[in-house]
Nanobody, 119 residues
Framework: QVQLVESGGGLVRPGDSLTLSCVASGFAFDTFAMRWFRQAPGKERDVVATILTNADMTNYADSVRGRFTISRDNAKNTVYLEMNSLNVDDTAVYYC????????????WGQGTQVTVSP
């Protein structure tokens, strides 16, 4: 079965760093672009970062550019999100997403991991 399992969330203080991981199984990971989304309470789910299949291109939301880094290790079927200089506005559930647009969109979602930034 297809699975995307996020981990690494937790409670941190403003200014701290945290790295999220998403381990994929059940599909050809290296043929899918990977994205991290987040959803704060009462807000829409927004894309945070995108990385293409061979990691030659990345995109970031303006709110995280320069602080967050997305990376992938295709040998481990894993995508990472390194988060630095965290602030309270980064508090959200973070979701891992896989997408392949060839011959119609194929898309998979993880269940999410909670990140809370609090003094």
């Amino acid at each position: 079965q297809v699975q995307l399992v996020e981990s690494g969330g937790g409670l941190v203080r403003p200014g701290d760093s945290l790295t999220l991981s998403c381990v994929a199984s059940g599909f050809a990971f290296d043929t899918f672009a990977m994205r991290w989304f987040r959803q704060a309470p009462g807000k829409e789910r927004d894309v945070v970062a995108t990385i293409l299949t061979n990691a030659d291109m990345t995109n970031y939301a303006d709110s995280v550019r320069g602080r967050f880094t997305i990376s992938r290790d295709n040998a481990k079927n894993t995508v990472y999100l390194e988060m630095n200089s965290l602030n309270v506005d980064d508090t959200a559930v973070y979701y891992c997403n896989a997408m392949n647009r060839r011959g119609g969109v194929r898309e998979y979602w993880g269940q999410g991991t909670q990140v809370t930034v609090s003094p």
